[in-house]
């Protein structure tokens, strides 16, 4: 997968480069550029924004800028054969669940450009739309200052899921949502720690059982936390013991 990322701040996104992603880099698995968006000022001030019509507080991002950064960043895709897929994080975007960090991982090469002040230019959007595929996603319902944290966000939970990124691909068969539930509690060594012990059933060694209660705690915790997941699975995903928690 190549993973693009346009912004007025290239070394937020220096994490990409860290840890398990780095690893992912120096194997091959991914190919990241990072791109910084005033290359494509030609003014003495490298102005990236101007004032809102119609008023209002803060600056929007201009359109001339960011048409010729996505012209010259996907241009590139189009000589590599592979039409990139454009991901504009925004609050008012589609939510980001694991289910479209999968969605994400099928793709070969995604561009992120990360809009910071009131945001980038609606027609930079509507243009881009006319030649690939255009997302803005919601990492949450909260705002930030500009798109790179959630890029940073969004491209760990893509990236952990290609093939030979984890350690284990049993790992993210496990996550947390993979099966529509929250992940219940993990435990380690020692046995007992501050007078705690870890639950009998998980030093049992019966393989049932710690399936069955592994089970029951993820649906317990989903029910606490967050029963509109619970809400939203499909019958067929609860089986007859489930229905007795
Ligand atoms: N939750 C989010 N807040 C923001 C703010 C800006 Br400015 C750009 C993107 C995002 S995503």
Redesign the pocket.
Known sequence: MRVDVITIFPDYLSPLREALLGKAIDKGLLELGVHDLRKWTYDVHKAVDDSPFGGGPGMVMKPQVWGEALEEVCAGAVTRGSTPRLI????A?RPFTQAVAEELARESHLVFA??????IDQRVIDDAATRMPVEEL??????????E??VLAIVEAVVRLLPGVLGNPASHQQDSFSDGLLEGPSYTRPVVWKDREVPEVLRSGNHAAIARWRRDRALERTFERRPDLLAALPDSELDKQDRKL
Not at 88 to 91: A, D, I, M
Not at 138 to 147: A, E, F, M, R, T
């Open positions: 504009v994080p925004t609050p975007g990360c809009g910071r002040y009131e945001g919601s990492i949450g319902d909260y705002v930030l200052v500009g798109g944290v959630a």
